[in-house]
């Protein structure tokens, strides 16, 4: 079995926290088989395993020198994980790897349907095709139109046997474009539900199913893609760069959306300037509770990175529940218990034109705060007149007209926190904390 190094960290419920600072290492991908098992694999043949949601990990003992970019979990036992031309398995749950197959030049992307069936993209040919577990590969999609030049697909994910979405982008004479794809019998077929001209060039980095109708996508600048009818039609929320433009940009990475409203994504500066030396770079976790019209930063860290190469910033993000999210990244390992942190903090950044007002400048009095049975809310200035309450996850559970002092009945609402959010002419946050 050979030596297992056992990571110790205190679980933080406030943030989004690094779990594991004596680990380094440039951290790409973390999945999970269940609500409590998962792993992170990276540069350098790095494996990470945990069976308590991310408390703790172990690092497993691992003598391949590859730079995995990915990996899947194809049933209870098998994995799959992606490196540059090369698929490896293992069947101990990241304990030992053995080299499986082989992927096509350039691949980037890959993902499996079932341990034979499997799609790669993130190459000039759109989507190829292996019904032999990657034995042999070939093309199942190109983009029709004669004048392009090349069209790339870098995202996956299927609902179930049936029925899958992707998304890339190519250039054509002239310009750019970006797709999504669906396929509903296993990936025999494909076809465009969603596509932009070089008028609004989109280039979309990550796509979930969130549910048997809603899709989700996100694209490099932040631009959100939303289709409530299984991609028959869909909607656009464009979201400036929450940095600012040229030599700051930070782009989107990667998501996780928990329902039509709730989207999480990730972000770092662009690679190349990430590669860089002597430059400042940045990372950071944005939440949208309202379908992405407005954005919260939830985490952000700028610095010094010179030695992370090609490797991500930060890799991708996902949820085992409502509250616990894991993202892990070059030298970090972010972990929440409480949806992302306290959205109400006055060094909290609110995008999208809406002002965030420190707790004392508000013009709010919210007390008391624990409360038990009855909340009393004293209103200084006519800034607000509307009050919502959500969950921590973002999910909406009342709204109510707000006059200068109102009692709000709290016995409807089982015990935890929520956030309270204040609007009118201005907009505020608080994190209420219920206790019965």
């Known amino acids: 079995m050979g030596l297992f190094i056992v990571v110790n960290v205190c679980v933080c419920h406030g943030q989004w926290a690094d779990q594991a600072p004596e680990l380094t290492g440039a951290f790409t991908t973390v999945k999970f088989l269940n609500s409590t098992e998962g792993l992170i694999v990276g540069y350098d043949g790095v494996v990470l395993r945990t069976e308590n949601q991310g408390e703790t990990w172990i690092s497993m003992p691992n003598e391949l020198d590859v730079d995995f970019f990915d990996f899947q979990f194809i049933n209870d036992t098998l994995i799959y994980a992606y490196a540059p031309g090369e698929i490896y398995m293992s069947t101990d749950f990241g304990v030992s790897w053995t080299e499986k197959s082989g992927l096509p030049d350039n691949a980037q992307m890959a993902y499996f349907l079932n341990a034979d069936t499997g799609f790669t993209g993130n190459n000039i040919y759109g989507l190829n095709r292996t019904i032999d577990g990657g034995d042999n590969w070939s093309p199942i999609w190109d983009h029709p139109a004669d004048n392009v030049t090349y069209c790339e697909v870098n995202a996956m994910d299927f609902l179930n046997d049936s029925n899958g979405v992707a998304s890339g982008r190519g250039l054509v004479v002239g310009g750019g474009f970006s797709i999504v794809l669906k396929t509903q019998d296993g990936g025999q077929t494909w076809s465009e539900i969603f596509g932009s001209s070089s008028d609004d060039i989109r280039h979309p980095v990550d796509i979930q199913y969130v549910d048997d109708s809603l ?123 409480n949806g992302g942190g306290d959205t109400h903090m006055p060094d909290t950044v609110i995008h999208g034109n809406i002002e965030d007002l420190a707790w004392d400048e508000s013009g709010i009095l919210v007390y008391p705060n624990p409360a038990s049975h009855y909340l009393t809310i004293e209103l200084i200035t006519g800034d607000f007149d509307k009050l919502e309450i959500y969950s921590l996850s973002g999910n909406f559970l009342k709204m109510m007209s707000l006059k200068r002092i109102n009692e709000i009945d709290l016995t409807p609402f089982s015990s935890g926190a929520y956030i309270f959010k204040f609007s009118g002419e201005k907009t505020s946050y608080r994190r209420i904390q219920v206790v019965h």
């Open 215 to 337: 899709i989700c996508a996100v694209d490099d600048d932040f631009d959100l893609l939303r289709s409530n009818d299984t991609g028959n039609t869909w909607s656009v929320e464009k979201f400036n760069d929450p940095d600012g433009g040229w030599p700051s940009a930070i782009t989107a990475t990667s998501l996780f959306a928990m329902n039509m409203d709730t989207v999480f994504v990730s972000g770092e500066t662009t690679m190349w300037i990430v590669k860089g030396t002597d430059c400042f770079s940045k990372r950071k976790i944005i939440q949208t509770t309202d379908g992405g019209k407005h954005w919260i930063n939830q985490f952000f860290e700028e610095g010094e990175f010179p030695d992370c190469g090609m490797s991500p910033l930060l890799g991708n993000i996902t949820f085992l529940n409502d509250s616990t999210g894991i993202c892990p990244g070059y030298d970090i390992i972010l972990r929440t218990t």
